[in-house]
């Protein structure tokens, strides 16, 4: 399978900054996608990064708080803007290689805290 | 209804044991069934897929699926302590549509 790349791994931010979380492969994917888990909690979608187009976002993500980018097919880029302490959490990249129903595979994920 | 229910667990056995985890889903439509494993302060890894009804075995973990029931199960054989983690069930029924469960938490006990 693909490595999967994620950077920063952990970061501790202020409250009111900004921070752009990074996710590269070694190949081409067909689908890139942005989670958050919680502590002790499942995962949820925040959006689907579309190639060259605009992030397709679940309900309670918004564009202007978590603004997506995937240049090519092999990098995506996640932004948590103005952030609270209510955004701690871990973010984590996924990627599907190939056609419908291949499994999802993951990035080490960003650990990120806000004080 | 969610789209896919695990019980949340702890399920404990002891070493050696069978652990067997459940995985129900709401959509008959569903085409793809995998699980994976996330241990604590790591991210999911894929430990199986499954994509026809009937038992699917790799080494000691074997995945049954039963699509007229839609349920999805993980068995592993011989537990072993490093298997203690959260088990967590995907279901997907359309292109790269992907529901997870909440996950069970398997503890296997020395």
């Known amino acids: 399978s693909a490595v999967i790349s994620q950077k920063p791994s952990r970061d501790i931010c202020q409250r009111g900054t900004s921070l752009t979380i990074q996710c590269q492969v070694d190949?081409?994917?067909?689908?890139m996608f942005w989670y958050r888990q919680q502590p002790g909690q499942s995962l949820t979608l925040i959006a689907t990064?579309?190639?060259?187009?605009?992030?397709?976002?679940e309900s309670g993500f918004v564009i202007d708080k978590f603004p997506i980018s995937r240049p090519n097919l092999t990098f995506s880029t996640l932004t948590v803007s103005n952030m609270s302490p209510e955004d701690s959490s871990i973010y984590l990249c996924?990627?599907?290689?190939?056609?419908?129903?291949?499994?999802?595979?993951f990035g080490d994920g960003t650990r990120l805290s806000i004080l | 209804q969610k789209e896919v229910e695990q019980n949340s667990g702890p399920l404990s056995v002891p070493e050696g044991a069978i652990a067997s985890l459940n995985c129900t889903y709401s959509?008959?439509?569903?085409?793809?069934f995998f699980w994976y494993r996330q241990y604590s302060g790591k991210s999911p890894e894929l430990i199986m897929s499954?994509?026809?009804?009937g038992d699917k075995e790799d080494g000691r973990f074997t995945a049954q699926l039963n699509k007229a029931s839609q349920y999805v199960s993980l068995l592993i054989r011989d537990s072993q302590p490093s298997d203690s983690a959260t088990y967590l069930c995907?279901?997907?029924?359309?292109?790269?549509?992907?529901?997870f469960g909440s996950g069970t938490k398997l503890n296997v006990k020395p």
């Open positions: 499954i994509y026809s009804n």
């Open positions: 190949s081409q994917v067909t689908m």
């Open positions: 990064a579309n190639q060259g187009s605009e992030a397709t976002y």
């Open positions: 996924s990627v599907v290689h190939g056609g419908s129903n291949q499994p999802q595979h």
């Open positions: 959509d008959r439509g569903s085409q793809s």
């Open positions: 995907a279901v997907t029924h359309n292109f790269n549509k992907f529901y």
